[in-house]
């Protein structure tokens, strides 16, 4: 299995959250692991976010920043060319996503057609609808 992970899911892999053992058991299952160039900011945003909020510590958060980039050569990531970002374009608006959420998703897309066993997975509710008949889901 090829599995594409939004920056949702990636999240998971650093941080113990409901649905981090579903992730984990979908890495660990993968061939390969196929991530957006643009997932890298979205964590290092997310893991800041929750420092900010008190549900990290500094100490965490640099600990995290740390391992997420020494395992980022491990992810087999695919970059934000003109192609996926008309494509995102065409999905935020047709959609109703989020850019980054588009940009994510005509990602997914774009890998799919080239690799038909890509399975994305993700748990932002409206981007997994979104994702109905674009891409296959991960169940």
Do not use: P
């Amino acid at each position: 299995m090829i599995l594409f992970l939004d920056t949702s899911a990636l999240v998971k892999l650093y941080v113990q959250e409901t649905h981090s053992n579903t992730v984990e058991k979908a890495v660990a299952a993968a061939n390969d692991v196929i991530v957006s160039q643009i997932t890298l900011a979205e964590a290092v945003s997310a893991f800041h976010y929750r420092t900010v909020k008190n549900e990290l510590s500094s100490a965490d958060e640099t600990q995290i920043f740390k391992q997420l980039l020494e395992d980022w050569d491990t992810f087999d990531c695919v970059d934000v060319n003109e192609l996926v970002a008309k494509e995102a374009a065409v999905l935020a608006r047709s959609r109703g996503l989020r850019g980054a959420d588009a940009v994510q998703l005509a990602t997914a897309a774009w890998v799919s057609r080239a690799q038909r066993s890509v399975q994305f997975l993700a748990f932002d509710e409206k981007l997994l609808e979104a994702a109905q008949g674009v891409v296959r889901v991960y169940e």
